[in-house]
């Protein structure tokens, strides 16, 4: 049984009001709410454990090393990697990607080289690329999509040739909603020898993945959009991978021995993790991904496919209302502008009926020229949200557009 009132009852925020009005948060793919275990966990650990990790022969740095490493194992047995040395903590999806693009260019790329990026990628996986391609000469490609949102398999599959060295594709969009055929992407990538990163960012909350079964090379997730703490985030990579590339970032943690001659790196997951690990961070983001399981990530995914159906069938009675993403298989996003009005207003109206959504380009700025538009309104829902909430939302749209 899936208690929705039991879960909300988890979330103290989602009771408070704003500008008077019951609070309805549907900007979850921007971020979502934190259960109070999460925020106790974060509280416990400064009060009674706080100390650096790997560090200290003292009682309390051994406990918060266990800790740590516990949470490691904990997102090892979430996305069923293989092993611990698979999970490299870092500070975010943007931060994972960033790490890969460095280390993965540096070690495996020459000018001329190339790379496979989709239309509706975020900034993250498109930026650092430019970046690299600034540095070393290497060439971006672009996989196109059709007008519902979904990526053209055929055209990505001519777009491999003797240079391709990476496909970067995202699971979900965080504009389109869209869930990507990634295991398939990656067979056709596997099939030419080509490695692949996954954006997980918008799938990690919203289903079940596994790494193994899609037989991702790279998976990159952050913490805060699977209800942990801010600035906590993975780099899923197969040891394989990992073993051959060179560490992202030099400092504590990351070494073996330093001299001025000669340093030696650390073994794996700790080479790329250099510096004080965020490990109160890791610890609440562990916790929040016990409280997905002990919900199910397939219960979560019924109820927002539930919600998501609900909400594209009632928006859709809208007069005026364009829905941007409409592939076969969604995730629980929706974009949307109503006639003319700016996506600027409409947000900034709803909010004044409480209706928290984000507007503007979403990070996604080629996928804007691509849909012809400036931005969106994003409705993005989570576990804990409710018909109800849609129901205020589209009388809250509703209204906005009489306004108009
Ligand atoms: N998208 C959104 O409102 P960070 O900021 O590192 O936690 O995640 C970046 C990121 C990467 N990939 C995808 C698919 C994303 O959706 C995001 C973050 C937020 O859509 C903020 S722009």
Redesign the pocket.
């Known amino acids: 049984m899936y208690n929705i009132e039991l879960i909300r009852e988890d979330f103290p925020i989602l009771s408070r009001e704003v500008y008077g009005k019951p609070l309805v948060y549907l900007?979850n793919?921007?971020?979502t709410q934190k259960p109070r275990c999460v925020v106790e966990a974060i509280t416990n650990e400064y009060y009674s454990v706080n100390a650096n990790v790997h560090r200290g022969v003292h009682f309390l740095s051994q406990q918060a090393t266990e800790l740590h490493e516990a949470s490691r194992e904990t997102v090892r047995r979430f996305i069923n990697a293989r092993s611990t040395n698979e999970i490299i903590f870092t500070?975010?999806?943007?931060?994972?990607?960033n790490l890969l693009a460095s280390s993965f260019a540096e070690s495996q790329m020459q000018a001329g080289d190339e790379v496979i990026v989709s239309t509706m990628?975020?900034?993250?996986?498109i930026v650092p690329w430019q970046l690299q391609a600034a540095k070393r000469g290497i060439v971006i490609k672009v996989i196109p999509m059709n007008d519902k949102g979904e990526l053209l398999q055929d055209a990505y599959k001519q777009l491999f040739s003797e240079k391709t060295k990476l496909v970067c594709v995202?699971h979900?969009?965080?504009?389109l909603g869209t869930v990507n055929p990634v295991k398939e992407m990656i067979a056709e990538a596997h099939a030419h020898g080509v490695p692949v990163l996954v954006?997980g960012?918008?799938s990690v909350p919203h289903m079940k993945v596994d790494v193994q079964d899609l037989d991702a090379d790279f998976f990159?997730f952050?913490g805060?959009?699977v209800y942990g703490p801010t600035g906590v985030?993975v780099l899923y990579g197969k040891e394989e991978w990992l073993d051959k590339l060179p560490p992202y970032q030099g400092g504590g943690e990351m070494i073996q021995s330093v001299s001025f001659e000669k340093t030696t790196f650390n073994e794996l997951p700790f080479k790329f993790e250099a510096g004080t690990p965020d490990y109160i961070g890791t610890t609440a983001l562990a916790k929040a991904l016990d409280y997905v399981t002990a919900i199910g990530m397939d219960q979560i995914a019924a109820h927002e496919h539930e919600l998501t159906q609900y909400a594209m069938q009632r928006l859709k009675q809208i007069e005026g209302m364009r829905i941007f993403g409409e592939a076969e298989h969604k995730s629980s996003v929706i974009s949307f502008l109503v006639g003319n009005i700016h996506h600027l207003d409409m947000g900034t109206l709803l909010d004044r009926l409480g209706i928290a959504v984000?507007t503007g380009h979403?990070?996604a700025q080629p996928l804007m020229q691509r849909l012809g538009i400036e931005g969106t309104v994003?409705a993005?829902f989570g576990l804990y949200n409710t018909k109800e909430e849609i129901d205020i939302l589209a009388a809250g749209i509703e209204r906005v557009s009489r306004m108009f």
Request: hydrophobic share 20%; aromatic share 0%; net charge negative.
């Open positions: 900007d793919g921007a971020t500070r975010g999806t943007t931060e994972s990607i990628e975020h900034h993250s996986d995202m979900v969009s965080n504009v954006d960012a918008q990159a952050s805060h959009k985030g984000r979403h990070c994003r993005s």
